[in-house]
C-alpha cells in the first residue's frame, strides 16, 4: 500500500498545476477560519458572526463540515487530471508495461483518494477544534466530542465524491469532459426529483416522496449526508420557529452512510472493471 | 534452454479484424529475436498482449516457465513499444526514479544508464524539453534500469532521422553483445538481419516462420555468372545441370538457383569442360529482404 502511495505522490509531487490547486484547497479551508472575523452590518447594528454561536461546540462541527465540504471541487479537478492525464500521456500504459498491474494501478488512485479525504477532515477537525475553544461559549469536554459523527460523514463524503471523479476520469479519459458528466449527472439525478415530484403529486408530501427516491442516488446521498447548517443557528432559528412549526433532522444517518459508502465501492470497482476490460 | 517467454495459441480478434491468429512461438535466453511482419501484420498487438496492455482473446502465454504472475514478470522485462510515453513535466531523473519505484528496484543505476544513452548531460530537463531521438534513448534508458532479463523493442528507429537510427542500432548492438535476450519488432528488415539470431515471420496474425535466420528459406543459394560468348548454348547448358532449378537472365547476369548443394569449383569445373570460360562467377545466399519476400509473397 505504501509503496502505491509512494508512486502517486511521487506523481503528483512534481505536477505544477496538482500542487497550485492542493495548495489552494487547503488555503480555502484554512480560510475557513476568516468567517471569525466576518461582522455584517445589520439595522445599524454589527452582527459579529463569530458571536451569534457558529463557533459553538458540537454545533461547529456541523457548520464547518458543511463549508469545507463545498470546497471538495479543487481536489475534484487534481483527482480528475491526474486519472485523464494518464490517458493523455499513455502513462497508463507505460506503468502497465513497467511492471504495475491493472489492480495496482487503481488501488493507487483510491489510496491517494482516501487520503486526501483523511487528510482534509483532520485538518478541518484541527481548525474547528481550535477556532471552537477560541470562539465557543461551552468548552466542557462532553460537549466538544459530542456530534464527531460529521467529521465521519465529511470523510465518507469526500471519499466517495472523489470516487465518482476517479470512475468519470476512467470512463471518459479527459478531465473537462469528465466534470461535465458529473454535471450532467447532477442535473439528471434533479430531473428525477421532478419527475418524482409530478408522479407523487396527488400526495400531500409529494417533495418528500421524490427525495425519498433520489437519496439513494450518489450525489443526493452525499449532499444528505451533511445537512445545511444554516437554518440550524440561533437567531435563524428564532425567526423560523416564530413563522410556524420547525421540526427538522440535522442529524447524520447511517442510511446516507450506507449508501455512499456502496457507491463509492460501486465506482472503485467499475472503474477496475473498465479498465480490465480495456485494450489500452 | 531456459525459456523465457512462450506463447501457445494465441488469439486476438478486434472486431471482425483477426489481429493475431493462433499464434505460437518460444523465447530462449541468450538469443536476439526478430519479429518481421509488414506494416498490420499484428507485431504489435502480439507484444501488447504479452505486456498486459491488450487482452487476449484466446490462448495462452507465459512468462519464465509461468513462474510469476503477468505483471510480476514485467518488473525483470525492459519493454519499450511504439513512442516513448513519459510524465512530461518531470526531468529525466525524475521519470527513471518513478520507473524503479514501480519495479521495486533501487535508484543507484540511473546515472549509469543514462550515461550509457547519452542522455546524462540532460537528465535534469523536463522530458517535455526533449528532442523525439532523445525520448527514444530515454526510454532505452528506462528498459536497461533493472538490468532486464529480456529486452523487448517495438520499431525502435521509427520516425527518427539517419542519426537517431544510427546512434539506436549502436545501443541496441552494445546491449545485445552483453548477452541481453532481445525481442526486436520491425518492419526495416537490415535492421534484423544486422542485428538478430532468429526471426519469427508474421503476416496477417499468423506465423510463417520461426527458427535461425540463416535456416529461413530452404534455399541452396544461387550463382551469378557471366559469359562473354554464345549466350544461348550457355544458357542449355546451365539448365541441363541437375543441381540448378532455374536460370534467370538479369541484364547479363545469369541468375542459377539451385535446388542441391553445389560448389562454385564444381560448376566451374563443368563449365569449362563443356567448353566455357566464364568471366564473372559469385555464389550466393539469398538476403533477408528476398527471403521475406519469398515468404509473405507465396502463402
Known amino acids: ?280 | 534452454m531456459e525459456k523465457i517467454l512462450s506463447l501457445k495459441n494465441l488469439d486476438k480478434k478486434f472486431g471482425h479484424v483477426h489481429a493475431v491468429n493462433n499464434l505460437s512461438f518460444d523465447i530462449e535466453k541468450g538469443n536476439v529475436y526478430g519479429i518481421l511482419g509488414p506494416n498490420g501484420s499484428g507485431k504489435s498487438t502480439t507484444l501488447g498482449v504479452i505486456l498486459n496492455v491488450v487482452n487476449k482473446t484466446a490462448g495462452e502465454y507465459s512468462w519464465f516457465d509461468g513462474k510469476f504472475s503477468t505483471h510480476e514478470a514485467l518488473k525483470k522485462v525492459g519493454a519499450i513499444i511504439e513512442r516513448p510515453n513519459f510524465y512530461p513535466y518531470m526531468t529525466a531523473t525524475q521519470n527513471l526514479k518513478l520507473i524503479c519505484k514501480i519495479k521495486g528496484i533501487a535508484t543507484d543505476k540511473i546515472d549509469e544508464k543514462l550515461k550509457t544513452v547519452d542522455l546524462y548531460e540532460r537528465k535534469d530537463s523536463k522530458f517535455s524539453t526533449y528532442s523525439l531521438g532523445m525520448k527514444q534513448r530515454l526510454a532505452i534508458a528506462s528498459a536497461l534500469l533493472n538490468d532486464p532479463e529480456i529486452l523487448i523493442l517495438d520499431e525502435p528507429t521509427n520516425g527518427l532521422d539517419p542519426k537517431g537510427i544510427h546512434e539506436i542500432r549502436l545501443i541496441i548492438k552494445e546491449i545485445a553483445k552483453h548477452g541481453t535476450t532481445i525481442l526486436l519488432a520491425s518492419h526495416l528488415l537490415d535492421e534484423v538481419e544486422k542485428v538478430c539470431s532468429h526471426v519469427i515471420v508474421i503476416r496477417k496474425g499468423s506465423k510463417l516462420y520461426a527458427g535461425r535466420v540463416d535456416e529461413m528459406t530452404a534455399s541452396k543459394g544461387f550463382f551469378e555468372l557471366k559469359v562473354a560468348t554464345n549466350e544461348t548454348a550457355f544458357l542449355t547448358l546451365l539448365e541441363k545441370h541437375p543441381s540448378i532449378s532455374k536460370v534467370q537472365l538479369d541484364h547479363d547476369t545469369y541468375i542459377a538457383t539451385l535446388n542441391q548443394e553445389m560448389s562454385a569449383t564444381e560448376i566451374n569445373r563443368y563449365l569449362f569442360e563443356n567448353g566455357f570460360t566464364v568471366s564473372h562467377l559469385v555464389k550466393r545466399k539469398p538476403s533477408l529482404e528476398q527471403q521475406f519476400l519469398d515468404l509473405t509473397s507465396n502463402n
Not at chain 1, 95 to 119: H, P
Open chain 1, 1 to 280: 500500500m505504501f509503496r502505491l502511495l509512494s508512486i502517486e505522490f511521487h506523481k503528483l509531487r512534481y505536477s505544477k498545476a496538482s500542487k497550485i490547486l492542493i495548495s489552494i484547497y487547503f488555503g480555502l479551508l484554512t480560510s475557513i477560519a476568516l468567517i471569525a472575523a466576518v461582522k455584517i452590518p445589520f439595522f445599524g447594528k454589527t452582527i459579529h458572526l463569530a458571536e451569534q454561536g457558529i463557533f459553538n461546540f458540537p454545533y461547529i462541527w456541523h457548520f464547518n463540515t458543511y463549508v469545507a465540504a463545498l470546497l471538495k471541487f479543487f481536489l475534484l479537478l487534481v483527482i480528475v487530471s491526474m486519472m485523464s492525464n494518464e490517458y493523455r500521456n499513455k502513462t497508463l500504459k507505460q506503468n502497465l508495461i513497467d511492471g504495475l498491474s491493472k489492480k495496482e494501478f487503481i488501488l493507487s488512485k483510491f489510496y491517494t483518494v482516501f487520503v486526501f479525504a483523511l487528510i482534509s477532515t483532520l485538518f478541518v477537525f484541527t481548525i474547528s477544534l481550535l477556532l471552537g475553544l477560541f470562539y465557543s461559549d461551552y468548552n466542557e469536554f462532553a460537549i466538544i466530542t459530542s456530534d464527531l459523527e460529521y467529521l465521519f460523514a465529511f470523510f465518507i463524503k469526500l471519499v466517495g465524491f472523489f470516487s465518482f471523479g476517479l470512475f468519470l476520469g476512467i470512463l471518459v479519459k479527459r478531465s473537462a469532459f469528465a466534470i461535465g458528466a458529473m454535471v450532467v449527472w447532477w442535473i439528471g439525478e434533479k430531473i428525477i426529483w421532478l419527475i418524482g415530484l409530478w408522479f407523487f403529486r396527488a400526495s400531500n408530501e409529494a417533495m418528500e416522496a421524490a427525495s425519498k427516491i433520489t437519496a439513494w442516488f450518489p450525489l443526493e446521498a452525499m449532499s444528505n449526508l451533511i445537512k445545511e447548517p444554516g437554518s440550524r443557528l440561533g437567531v435563524v432559528k428564532t425567526i423560523a420557529n416564530q413563522m410556524g412549526d420547525f421540526t427538522k433532522s440535522y442529524a447524520v444517518e447511517f442510511k446516507d452512510i450506507a449508501i455512499v459508502s456502496v457507491w463509492t465501492l460501486i465506482f472503485i470497482y467499475s472503474a477496475y472493471a473498465m479498465l480490465k476490460k480495456r485494450d489500452l
